[in-house]
């Protein structure tokens, strides 16, 4: 059911309440059980992590077999070279309610290791089974790669994504959060595959003899390092976008739930299926495909995820200062937590005179109050969940354990990021007693 929150929180501020202990009353009234074995977090991550080790053994096996051993070691030594680079562009643009990094972890560990594996074998099955129905290898290679591949490796991938929305809710929130698991899935799915292309094409001009600039390595990692390290993270985005659209959606907005990732997983394909094929529109239709399709699709998307990070910001600004009036914040923190430069100075001025660990600190309240803000508007919007009041009072809380040890940082980046210094009343705003009726909609001082 639906939650509309009140004009500001009804509950004063109070020091954070102890944890509740990790079991449950027993319903026939014996006192407390504990859960079930397969219950406990531990069970699930040991379970999850072996799944993913004996994926990852699997696929080095597989591709060692293809490559070889030298060849496995320089497609490695290639193939990583713009992990870095993408990873960090996501985690850049996950900076205003930054996930945990278990969470880019097992998405990049599912990509390179469970998605890549299920890839591999499905795709040698089905085109192994085209070329003995059809006695035409070559032509299977083309459908496989067509038809076969774009579905079977974006089913791969979204399955991760699916994973995290479902188990993981509190951390996939928005179109954000969907653009970045995808995209360090694909990320860690697109090295994989670089390692087995890389190597294959090393292990080809091993057997030609040609070296240099001619060679297959050389075109090889020009087209897939250089040109297109953002092919797969494209494609897989589009279905992050469709599950962060369905993380906006309302409960009761069942069919829009579970249509809209479905489309987005659909369009992945597609595009997929369009890039794969773009080899067979003639000698340049590859370079056609990337100048008039792919560059302007990425281009458009990359827009599109940096507005989506803006609108987050915005919604900072305008849901805080509820909690302002309520006395759970201070009159700066709306400004401060909804401005990129502010929040980076509060970091630094907190790391820098009370240590890494205030600046962590500040870090963790700046992501608690984005979340709250956000968990607000939906609730304002009608889309916050039945476990709105608890869920607001779990990160008040978070906040309360940390206002003392982040208040000098952030009043420090207040005065020195606004226009002229922050002060009291700033911007025509001054914010009222504890207990002030103040209707909702006059909050935002803050609006440009």
């Not at 600039?213 to 990692?221: E, K, L, M, Q, R």
């Not at 997929?272 to 067979?280: L, P």
């Not at 100048?291 to 990359?302: E, I, N």
Request: net charge positive; aromatic share 14%; with cysteine.
């Amino acid at each position: 059911m639906a939650t509309f929150p009140p004009p500001y929180p009804q509950y004063s501020p109070q020091p954070p309440q102890p944890p509740r202990p990790p079991y449950s009353p027993d319903p026939a009234g014996h006192g407390l059980r504990h859960p079930h074995w397969w219950q406990r977090r531990w069970v699930r991550y040991a379970a999850l992590s072996t799944l993913l080790a004996l994926s990852g053994l699997v696929i080095l096996a597989l591709v060692r077999q293809q490559t070889g051993t030298e060849g496995f070691l320089v497609g490695l030594g290639l193939a990583v070279l713009p992990v870095p680079l993408l990873v960090g562009a996501f985690r850049w643009l996950d900076r205003v309610q930054p996930g945990p990094w278990r969470n880019l972890l097992f998405a990049f560990a599912w990509g390179a290791c469970a998605a890549a594996l299920i890839a591999i074998v499905a795709n040698s099955f089905a085109t192994r089974w085209i070329a003995t129905a059809t006695a035409d290898p070559s032509s299977a290679d083309t459908l496989g790669a067509t038809l076969i591949a774009p579905v079977v490796e974006e089913s791969a991938k979204a399955a991760a994504v699916l994973l995290v929305f479902l188990f993981r809710q509190r951390d996939f929130t928005g179109i954000v959060d969907g653009v970045v698991i995808a995209g360090v899935t694909a990320t860690g799915f697109a090295f994989t595959e670089n390692i087995l292309y890389l190597g294959t094409a090393f292990g080809t001009d091993q057997l030609t003899g040609d070296s240099g600039i001619a060679s297959v390595t050389a075109a090889t990692f020009f087209v897939r390092i250089v040109l297109s390290p953002f092919a797969h993270p494209l494609f897989t985005v589009l279905t992050g976008i469709g599950f962060g659209i369905a993380a906006l959606s309302g409960e009761r907005q069942r069919a829009r739930r579970v249509l809209v990732p479905v489309a987005g997983l659909l369009l992945a394909m597609s595009m997929h299926a369009f890039w794969n094929g773009s080899s067979t529109f003639g000698q340049y239709g590859f370079f056609a495909v990337y100048g008039m399709f792919m560059v302007p699709a990425f281009g458009l998307l990359t827009w599109l995820a940096v507005w989506t990070r803006q609108r987050e910001l915005r919604a900072v600004r305008e849901e805080l200062p509820a909690y302002v009036y309520a006395g759970w914040l201070g009159a700066a923190e709306p400004f401060v937590l909804g401005s990129m430069r502010a929040r980076q100075m509060a970091r630094e001025y907190a790391a820098y005179h009370f240590g890494k660990a205030a600046g962590r600190a500040v870090a963790e309240y700046e992501g608690y109050s984005t979340t709250l803000a956000l968990l607000r508007r939906r609730g304002r919007r009608g889309r916050a969940g039945a476990d709105f009041v608890a869920r607001e009072r779990e990160l008040l809380t978070e906040l309360w354990s940390r206002r003392e040890l982040v208040r000098p940082a952030l009043e420090y980046a207040a005065r020195t990021a606004a226009p002229g210094g922050w002060r009291p009343g700033y911007a025509g705003y001054a914010p009222p007693a504890y207990g002030a009726a103040v209707p909702y909609p006059a909050y935002n001082p803050y609006r440009s």
